[in-house]
């Protein structure tokens, strides 16, 4: 090789320089995805002088370039038909290498070797992202809730990647940190279900929100739950119907009452009249006479068919 350089390729055989980003490339779930890596092309080359390749980890080949074509035979079966490199671009040291339809497993570190006389090679760090789905949030035991109860609002959100970062706030958007618990299960699939819950004291009204951020796509999405209208409003209508039932039953025992008054007084009369009449019966023959006319009114009173 070195005789070579020195006799027939001189212009080739200089160190060269491969150009990754020193930072990890993201790549969204089923999305494609381009790992860049450029290397300082010589100063006159043919593609016929140039081998180039892509590995991730050791005997996984991704993709592969020598003597002037695109050699697959031994790439390995998950990147068949998945890969692309930009053989436009190839002569002006571009060698990045497209991905189609990126799934959890494409994670890794991908080397990029060139070999073009002298030979170099870079590593680029593939992450993947999914977005979570918005979450939704619900109210454990909504019914007969009053402010002063303890209880649970659960969160949850699916199909994100990687884990996600949860954050509770209230209404005035103050940060709820107390009292959260939070699980994080992956799916066969590595995808992760989250599930968050907070024990809050329910306030007169309040509302809770949940956040999920994803911190490599730094991106959030919400979801807020008010705790006044709908679970609060049931006690509220209970207290209406019971002050109802209350007047209902009040103004019943005043009719009671005024019917009883009624009766009693009835009553009351009757005894008095018929305590009189013992009397008159218990007074002798003076007393007689005078009662006659008595008697005989109330009787006229009492039914007036008689009279006619
Ligand atoms: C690559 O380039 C460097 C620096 O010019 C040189 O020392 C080395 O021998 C070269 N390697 C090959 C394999 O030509
Ligand atoms: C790759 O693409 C070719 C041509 O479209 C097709 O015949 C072949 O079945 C594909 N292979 C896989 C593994 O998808
Ligand atoms: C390589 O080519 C691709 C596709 O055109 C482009 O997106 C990328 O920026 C190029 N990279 C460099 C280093 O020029
Ligand atoms: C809430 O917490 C997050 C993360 O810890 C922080 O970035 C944010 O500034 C906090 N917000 C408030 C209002 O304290
Ligand atoms: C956390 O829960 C405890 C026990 O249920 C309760 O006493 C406390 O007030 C709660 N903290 C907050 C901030 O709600």
Not at 59 to 72: D, P, R
Not at 145 to 167: E, F, M, N, R, S
Not at 242 to 265: D, F, N, P
Not at 283 to 306: F, V
Request: charged share 20%; glycine share 6%.
């Amino acid at each position: 090789m070195d005789v070579l350089c020195f006799f027939l390729l001189l212009p080739l055989c200089r160190s060269i320089e491969v150009i990754v980003p020193d930072v990890p490339v993201t790549g969204i779930l089923d999305e494609d995805v381009i790992l860049p890596c450029s290397f300082s092309p010589p100063d006159r080359f043919s593609l016929q002088d140039l081998s180039l390749f892509w590995e991730i980890t050791k005997l996984q080949q991704v993709h592969s370039f020598t003597k002037g074509q695109e050699q697959l035979e031994k790439q390995d079966p998950k990147f068949i038909n998945r890969t692309e490199l930009f053989l436009g671009q190839l002569l002006q040291g571009n060698m990045s290498l497209l991905l189609h339809k990126v799934s959890l497993s494409d994670e890794g570190i991908y080397t990029c070797f060139v070999n073009v006389g002298n030979s170099s090679s870079a590593a680029v760090s593939l992450q993947v992202a999914a977005s979570y789905t918005k979450p939704t949030l619900h109210l454990e035991s909504s019914e007969g809730l009053k402010p002063g109860d303890q209880v649970i609002v659960t969160c949850h959100t699916y199909h994100g990647y990687p884990q996600a970062v949860i954050l509770w706030q209230d209404g005035s958007g103050k940060n709820l940190t107390e009292n959260v618990t939070t699980s994080q299960v992956a799916n066969e699939e590595g995808l992760f279900h989250v599930q968050s819950s907070i024990h809050v004291t329910l306030e007169t009204s309040d509302t809770y929100t949940c956040l999920v951020y994803n911190p490599l796509l730094q991106v959030a999405t919400h979801a807020s739950l008010s705790v006044t209208g709908q679970h609060l409003s049931f006690p509220l209508v209970a207290v209406w119907v019971t002050i109802g039932l209350c007047a209902c039953l009040l103004g019943l025992l005043v009719a009671l009452a005024c019917v009883c008054r009624k009766q009693l007084k009835q009553t009351c009369e009757e005894e008095q009249e018929e305590a009189a009449s013992n009397e008159e019966h218990e007074e002798n023959g003076e007393l007689k006479t005078a009662m006659q006319p008595l008697k005989a009114s109330s009787a006229e009173g009492d039914d007036p068919t008689t009279v006619e």
